[in-house]
DNA sequence: CATTGATTTGATAACGATAAAATATTAAAA
DNA sequence: TTTTAATATTTTATCGTTATCAAATCAATG
């Protein structure tokens, strides 16, 4: 960053010492006024600006806070980062935005990096593929002040923040049955050792149980988040033969429920008369859809206020009570599941 | 962050001085290997973290790159905020990300808190309503490594990464007068202080003065980014009598061209029959729409790639010459132009 | 066995800021 | 004017790490 300006050189120039410096402009009481006005005007003078390099060495504090996710597209997490960073900026905090790419290897080597840049926190949302929780486990031990959101580790006695996702899996899959009459319904899920691939996976299996409805393993498809894994869960079903079609598809989350219905279209079926389809987010793209898609509107913006703020919480006041925090979805009935008049 | 195992704890642990602990773990020459060895498995098992704020106080580097975006909406900054990622990444940089929304007092803020965060170097896309130049050209002066990506700022020796606005400006514009015989097309600007308005105004204006157009000042109506700001303009421009609507509206960016076509439905009006309208982004809602909308794709993650890249060179290099780089888009014909077959 | 040269380790200072303790200065009270 | 109290400033040490130079250890050579 070039050759700064410091303490020491402001000190100098004005012919007294460091100390005096660092006081008048820290606004703290013991300095003389006349002293304060021509510390602050020969700073502005000289570019000063305060190295928190060495702040935070000596007060252990950084304002800084790391925000881990497993991926940055244009769904879900850029929206919740808004939500974080409309709360750390507030509170003066810095983001320090890494992306783990939904592999466990690089979250680690990315929680190590903030934890060697001392940030004062972590925001962490955790990549597929994890089985091993000692990682965390001796982190959180460490005292380091941690909060999950969307995608949490439960146990570990860190805060985390989430949307409900088995009981709004439950009300979408609701929908189809008692709104449309589906008794065939299919599942394209998450990977099963995500949170939220499991917990929406249940959420499915409840409300086909509480309706008395044929589970079929052929119709459970383990998949994954993104476009191309909707398009070959999709695939993979239709490979069925016609009659074990089912009337109506439950998608992990909205990106996958596109791949999906493109699958669909690709072998010429229509979405919903030939088969309904319901998602999961609320993508910006949702609505723009052909038909336009039923999903669940998670309030992403929401989950990254929330989380922002039980961190800052904990991190300002270590008795801070770690809680899981819901947030509250609400369904997004559109067309793909065969209501009309959109 | 909790206290921390230091390297004189593990030094005090193995009887040695902080120096050789220091030496063994930065794998330098001039150490023992056995004494590397007891020393790397007893940081290890103490949970040792290296101290970076440290370190960078010692070495005034902290592997740290701030980036400065005038908003994080869904559009385009968090995709050039993965190409920039994917850089960094690689070359063990962290991100520290800011959001100035669109005011200068904000990226103000955000820049002289990265620059007392000591970053390596920043990149920047400025905000609007920037008269005064003073400000960057100080920090420039006093040798910070800083390169302007998208929105730059010109002539204060810094590298810029943009896409080359004006020329794709005209092409579009172009497209509608060649194609489709246009000769009435009205242009819903940007803010006339912000670069890329300028540029794409600019490119506008070339083709109809190319094709011998009348340019009317009617026609032209300084709005802004967002879809509200092109509703609002696309408004403007409807109070005109029927006979002086333009056949045609080439919209500064996507969003704004949302709004536009919006205030176009709601007043009962079709795209492209009644008016053509064409954007300028191609935003991932872009060809979902109705019609789907003509634009420019502009290569966002490439644009991010290409700017950390020269941030990087910059900063480890500093006789790296600064340079403007044009990153070149593409057409996105669809048929909010008038193009049939969609 | 002393000498040389290489290798390995240690002590000290420094990076830029601040906390805490020690002085110095000023103002108020006796 | 002297004493006391309040205010202002300086000095020293420290945060965790590394650069630099000094010291110690070791091996090889004559």
Redesign the pocket.
Same mark, same amino acid.
């Given at each position: 960053m070039s050759?700064?300006? %410091?303490?020491?050189?402001?000190?100098e120039a004005l012919?007294?010492?460091?100390? #005096?410096?660092?006081?008048?402009? *820290?606004n703290?009481?013991?300095?003389?006024?006349? %002293?304060?006005k021509k510390v602050v005007s020969k700073a502005e003078e000289m570019g000063? #600006?305060? *190295?928190?390099?060495?702040? &935070?060495?000596? &007060?252990?504090k950084t304002f800084t806070i790391g925000v881990v996710l497993p991926e940055i597209t244009h769904a879900f997490f850029p929206e919740v980062v808004r939500g974080i960073e409309e709360v750390t900026n507030k509170s003066n905090y810095q983001l320090l935005l890494t992306n783990a790419n939904e592999q466990f290897i690089r979250e680690k080597k990315a929680v190590n990096a903030l934890r060697s840049q001392r940030v004062d926190g972590l925001l962490i949302s955790t990549s597929i593929a994890i089985d091993d929780f000692s990682f965390y486990k001796q982190i959180i031990k460490s005292g380091t002040s941690v909060v999950f959101f969307d995608r949490c580790i439960e146990g570990l006695g860190a805060s985390c923040v989430s949307v409900n996702d088995r009981t709004s899996s439950y009300q979408i899959t609701e929908h189809l049955i008692t709104e449309h009459g589906y008794t065939k319904i299919a599942h394209l899920s998450g990977p099963s050792n995500v949170t939220i691939g499991k917990e929406r996976m249940k959420g499915y299996m409840e409300a086909l149980e509480k309706y008395e409805l044929p589970m079929n393993d052929q119709w459970i498809i383990e998949g994954g988040f993104q476009e191309d894994k909707g398009y070959k869960s999709m695939k993979k079903l239709l490979e069925l033969s016609e009659e074990e079609y089912p009337e109506a598809v439950v998608v992990v989350n909205d990106p996958a429920a596109f791949g999906a219905i493109k699958a669909l279209k690709d072998e010429g079926l229509s979405v919903p008369d030939d088969m309904a389809v319901v998602g999961f987010t609320d993508d910006i793209r949702a609505p723009l859809l052909h038909p336009p898609l039923t999903t669940v509107h998670q309030p992403a913006y929401n989950v990254g206020q929330k989380a922002a703020k039980k961190l800052i919480a904990t991190i300002e006041n270590k008795d801070e009570p770690a809680e899981n925090i819901e947030v509250l979805t609400t369904l997004k009935i559109r067309a793909s599941c065969g209501c009309g008049n959109f």
């Open positions: 050759s700064e300006v %410091t303490l020491k050189e402001i000190a012919g007294v010492s460091a100390m #005096t410096v660092s006081r008048a402009l *820290n703290r009481d013991n300095v003389d006024e006349n %002293t304060r000063y #600006t305060p *190295n928190y390099v060495a702040k &935070s060495l000596v &007060s252990n």
